[in-house]
């Protein structure tokens, strides 16, 4: 099977971190909308930006401006260095769907303070890479109870489009969800990070009906391309936090993995069987766990967006040594050749299986 020849020269020693954890995010500034100001839940999150002694700009109109830079890197550094509190616009309460992670998708926030390299959102933000944190999540948490179905537990994803964790200690926005899903029985919410600050949801009235992933990746691939996120041990150790918390009168976390992006760097074996021995260290102890396996991909949008943002990343964006994948509407993705799919595939099903035998796939993509 052909390896990456772009992405890293060949290693078959991996090195373990120390536990780093990730840098707290501190925006350079923090913009408030007039409406986002009128809205209980936004004026909660100035009260919280106002005790961490942020900067904070209250716009005279509700559209984000000034933010572009004289070139695109300049705009990429102003808009990541910003927090912009808003109020979710009406199309934000007609959830879509969100297949095979969730029924649904419900975004809390759109914008990520983090680097990677590969992002998922880059070609789907319009704008300047912002983080707009949605003012009137409690509106649009009933909302959701709209798309509840009877006799069934409806999943609610709301790491889409942001890292949820990521920005929580300046939003309280996934405690809020967090708390709410804990009282609607036939609902689940479904987050994923890359950052490790978990305390703040360990005493949460959860009731169970929270899965909390992390989203892990081999040693290298994280520590080259997930820039300002938590160290891989970092994430272990707040996974493993997540499944032995003990919420008042309930239970821990249901817990889960996502393994993403998925490359087959060199040595990819050695790169990979490390990462989840790493993991059987940590859950050391019987828990409710799933994974999620998920194939780096690209379209030619995100690629020119991506090298805007990181015009020297040794990330793989190749076209001619991927498959084409199309969607209904037409548009193509680029993923791995089938051979190389099914080598992956047939790997990580194996070494999964032997590790955790109780912990179930819920798909491979
Ligand atoms: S954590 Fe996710 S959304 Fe944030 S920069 Fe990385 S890939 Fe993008």
């Known amino acids: 099977m052909p390896t990456q020849q772009t992405l890293f020269t060949p290693s078959t020693s991996v090195k373990h971190p120390n536990l780093t954890t990730s840098r707290l995010w501190i925006p350079k500034q923090v913009l408030f909308t007039p409406d986002a100001l009128e809205e209980p839940f936004g004026q909660q999150i100035y009260e919280r930006i106002s005790t961490l002694g942020l900067p904070i700009n209250i716009l005279k109109s509700n559209r984000l401006t000034g933010l572009r830079g004289a070139d695109e890197r300049e705009t ?47 070609g789907s933000l319009h704008g300047p890479p912002v983080t707009r ?30 890292d949820v964790i990521g920005i929580e200690h300046l939003t309280g926005s996934l405690a809020e969800c967090v708390s709410y899903f804990g009282s609607r029985p036939d609902a689940q919410l479904r987050f994923v990070t ?11 009235p959860h009731n169970g009906r929270t899965r909390a992933r992390v989203s892990l990746n081999a040693e290298l691939i994280a520590r080259r391309l997930e820039g300002g996120t938590a160290s891989v041990e970092a994430r272990l150790q707040a996974l493993r936090k997540l499944a032995l918390s003990r919420e008042q009168g309930g239970g821990e976390y249901p817990v889960g993995v996502v393994l993403a992006p998925i490359m087959p760097i060199i040595d990819w074996r050695v790169h990979y069987t490390d990462l989840l021995d790493r ?59 089938p051979d190389e799919m099914k080598t992956l595939r047939s790997f990580f099903y194996a070494e999964w299986r032997k590790r955790f035998p109780r912990a179930p796939i819920l798909y491979w993509t």
């Open 76 to 122: 990429y550094r102003n808009a990541k260095n910003t927090l912009a509190v808003v109020k979710a616009p009406p199309g934000a309460f007609r959830l879509q769907p969100i297949p095979p992670s969730a029924d649904w998708q419900m975004n809390l926030a759109e914008g990520c303070p983090a680097h990677c390299q590969y992002c998922y959102l880059a």
């Open 133 to 162: 944190v949605y003012a009137n999540l409690p509106q649009m948490l009933a909302n959701a109870a709209a798309y509840e179905q009877v006799g069934k537990v409806t999943t609610f994803e709301v790491s889409c489009y942001t």
């Open 194 to 204: 890359k950052y490790d600050q978990v305390e703040s949801l360990l005493e949460l």
């Open 279 to 337: 993991l059987a260290d940590t859950l050391d102890f019987d828990c409710d766990l799933t994974v999620e396996f998920i194939t780096h991909r690209f379209t030619a949008g995100s690629k020119e967006v991506l090298l805007g943002w990181y015009p020297n990343t040794s990330l793989d964006l190749d076209e001619f040594s991927r498959s084409q994948k199309r969607n209904k509407f037409g548009g193509v993705k680029y993923v791995y050749e």
